[in-house]
């Protein structure tokens, strides 16, 4: 089945068909990986990476990050990276400076979910975003992320700002305790990588999304997050 697959694939490849970046990459995969379907580790790599650019730019830990990278694997698009650094190329990833741009990038990665899901951005000094982390439990109306993830998430990737998304499938667009409980995770934890947190928004529908900072809630979050809290909740751990 493999077989057939890849032969096309190598059909449009020499036909100069216009190749989805997931195709371009699943192809070159085929030379590392010759026995195994590489389309959904292409996807993998994208959904974390965002772009074809980011991936080969990403560091031989991070690629390891994505379930069915190993170490060979790695090292081929590292190599892959350089050879196109060289060569020139260019790649430009989502920008996230409005919330219009937030609310059009959200619609199209959380429409027609299923299942709750959460969602970490992390975007440069230029609000580009260079890394998607996506966390779900598999389940309709909750979703939870281990700490430790997103800790070691942030120390892989150091990110300039971080804008958090999720979507809620039962009820409104409006924030739960939980949801609240979350953004103050999360605002800790940049606190202590020297992140900004510059939104949280919850998605039910194109037309329903709540914004924590739109809403002024965020500057509240970060006024309970601030150092001083955090100093004091440390103090009750010893």
């Known amino acids: 089945m493999h077989e057939g697959h890849r032969h096309r694939m190598y059909e449009k490849l020499n036909n100069g068909d216009d190749l989805f970046d997931h195709e371009v990459l699943e192809i070159l995969l085929y030379s590392v990986c010759p026995r195994v379907n590489t389309n959904p580790l292409a ?6 990476f965002v772009t074809l650019n980011e991936v080969f ?12 990278v190993g170490e060979s694997v790695a090292r081929f698009i590292k190599a892959v990276g350089q050879c196109a650094e060289r060569a020139g190329n260019i790649g430009n990833s ?5 919330l219009g741009d937030c609310n059009r990038f959200i619609d199209l990665r959380l429409r027609g979910k299923s299942e709750e899901f959460i969602e970490l951005y992390f975007l440069n000094k230029a609000n580009r975003v260079q890394r998607i982390f996506t966390y779900t439990s598999a389940e309709k109306s909750r ?3 281990k ?3 997103i800790v070691r998430s942030f ?13 809620h499938i039962d009820g409104t ?3 739960s305790g939980y949801d609240d409980d979350f953004t103050c995770t999360v605002q800790f934890i940049c606190n202590l990588n020297g992140a900004k947190l510059l939104d949280h928004l919850i998605y039910k529908n194109k037309d329903k999304i709540y914004s924590y900072n739109a809403c002024g809630r965020l500057d509240r979050v970060k006024s309970f997050c601030s150092w001083d809290t955090f100093e004091k909740w440390i103090k009750t751990l010893n």
């Open 173 to 175: 667009e409006n924030p």
């Open 155 to 167: 120390a892989l990737f150091r990110p300039y700002g971080v804008i958090i998304a999720h979507n």
């Open 94 to 98: 989502p920008t996230l400076k409005t």
């Open 147 to 149: 700490i430790d993830e």
């Open 143 to 145: 979703v939870s992320v």
């Open 57 to 68: 730019n990403a560091s031989i830990d991070e690629l390891k990050e994505v379930d069915g």
């Open 43 to 48: 996807h993998a790599l994208l959904d974390r």
